[in-house]
């Protein structure tokens, strides 16, 4: 592929240039460098689509080093060291403050492969955003991360779940990136096209915005041959990301009957739910708000 550097002349000064290839102007973020986005407009709790391509030139992609696709499903150690390219959604309020759903350990948005690549993530703002800022950063002391710009555009969801059926592909854990020490998380691809996840210990869910009062349907689906039944705990949080007291509860798929169904009503001062999925091989997760009078 052939590259034209772009404004050469402050990548010695700034780390971060452009290069033009044969598909797409490129972002190239030198070691230990980072590059910033313009903020996006996004109004909270409305659900939104990034999309952006990505590939790292150095030794520790998975083209050139093996151990590096379990590095990027090793949270517990941090990537096993690796100071992998990486990007982040920085959300900002009215008042300039940041923002957020306070997602401890996001291990999926790491960039580990040398092939320009599409990079997909579905979210809903946070609560208080109005501003939505990107940035590619590149904590490798040698490699040079590159991207194309970001695009960002609101996103028509049939559920009230991202990634219900974990169809965004094998790398993109959209809505499952709530991970912490001892999670465990995979997509793996299905025999007839598609991919399941498969929860080795545990996981949360991304919080998920809802109303006060109104019922919703949780629906989990295992895969046939799952390794075992699934534990799945319902939780209703504040505005203020505490859980509300005394709501929620258990979900229990057997192995036996491969799901469960439940309905829940969001509680008083409740705006957002989110669910921890235990161990198994998942099919499918879907919440959906059901209406009124329907059992």
Known sequence: MIRILIAAIFAGLSGVCWTLSAEAAEIAVGPRKQWNSKRF???????????????VDGEMTFERNAEMLEAFYDVNRVHRGVNAPRWEKR?????????????????????FS????????VFYAPRGAVELEIVFINSDSKALFYATEPVLRR?????VNVNP?????????????????GSSVQMLPKKEGGYFMRIASWVNTDPMPVVAGR???????????????????????????????????????????????EVFRAPEGASAVSLMLGAADYESIRITEEKEGVK
Do not use: Q
């Open 41 to 55: 407009a996004v109004e909270e709790f409305k659900p939104y689509r990034l999309t952006f391509k990505a590939r």
């Open 91 to 111: 959300f900002w309020t009215a008042s300039g403050k940041k923002t957020g759903w306070n997602i401890l350990f996001p291990y999926w948005t790491s960039v």
């Open 114 to 121: 040398s092939v320009l690549t599409e990079y997909v993530d």
């Open 155 to 159: 996103e028509n969801l049939s559920t």
């Open 165 to 181: 059926d974990f169809s965004l592909g094998r790398f993109c854990h959209a809505g499952y990136a709530m991970a912490g020490y």
């Open 215 to 261: 019922r919703y349907r949780v629906e989990i689906k295992l895969r046939p041959d799952t390794f075992s039944g699934a534990r799945c705990t319902v939780t209703f949080g504040d505005r203020s990301g505490k859980a509300v007291k005394n709501s929620g509860g258990l979900l229990l798929a057997k192995k036996a009957t491969l799901g469960a169904v």
